[in-house]
């Protein structure tokens, strides 16, 4: 009988502190790396502040240009582009306070820089951008599979060759990896490569 008793006991004590272990382990999971979809995306749409370096290809029918750029942006509105590469064009800067636009670069031509690469002077290149649109958007959604959040809208705006957006995010980091902007076609005009990414949210 006494045997029976501390056997009962013992897989009572068992299953207690399985069950507290398993509790804790799920607890960790969800405060740890391992957030949900729904998580990783609120944790995009509240962006407070970044710094990144891109790579962007822009395809038109007439050519295609490619830029290396750095793009930092503080909440509310204010945002910066600089261009890296190509070296013709390096070094402008182009600030965003939500009203004015403002281009520095006193060595260059810069109606003619704006003239050539008209794409630059557009904030739908900038991250902000995205989540600006997203937001805005009643249809905006997102899908995912095993390594990455695939976030989708429509672009706010009437350029045919701005009409939609799609952000792939790391799981594991939860930074954005690349962008595609499409045209009315369903053609990519704009591919957006995340380099480095330094990003603070308020979730």
């Keep these: 009988m006494k045997k029976e008793y501390w056997l009962i006991l013992l897989i009572v004590i068992i299953s207690v502190g399985g069950i507290i272990f398993y509790k804790n382990r799920v607890k960790d999971l969800k405060n740890g790396n391992n957030k949900t979809s729904q998580e990783i995306v609120d944790y995009i749409l509240n962006i407070s502040s970044y710094e990144v370096q891109v790579t962007v290809d822009v ?5 295609n240009n ?6 930092t942006y503080q909440s509310p509105n ?8 190509p070296s013709n064009i390096s070094g402008i800067k182009i600030e965003n306070d939500g009203t004015n636009l403002k281009i520095q670069n006193s060595q260059l031509n810069l109606n003619t820089i704006l003239q050539n690469y008209n794409f630059l002077g557009n904030n739908c290149l900038d991250l902000c951008s995205f989540v600006e649109d ?13 390594t990455e959040i695939i976030m989708k809208t429509s672009s706010n705006t009437n350029n045919v060759y701005v009409q939609e ?28 490569l ?6 603070s949210s308020t979730k």
Excluded at 78 to 85: C, F, H, L, P, R
Aim: glycine share 0%; no cysteine; proline share 2%.
């Design 59 to 63: 395809t038109s029918n007439k050519n």
């Design 66 to 71: 490619k830029y290396i750029l750095k793009q």
């Design 78 to 85: 204010i945002s910066t582009q600089e261009v890296i590469e």
């Design 134 to 146: 997203y937001k805005k958007d009643e249809k905006a959604d997102f899908e995912e599979n095993e």
């Design 165 to 192: 957006k799609i952000l792939h995010i790391d799981k594991k980091s939860q930074n954005p990896i690349q962008m595609e902007i499409k045209d009315n076609q369903q053609k990519t005009t704009i591919y957006i």
């Design 194 to 199: 995340y380099n480095e990414v330094k990003v």
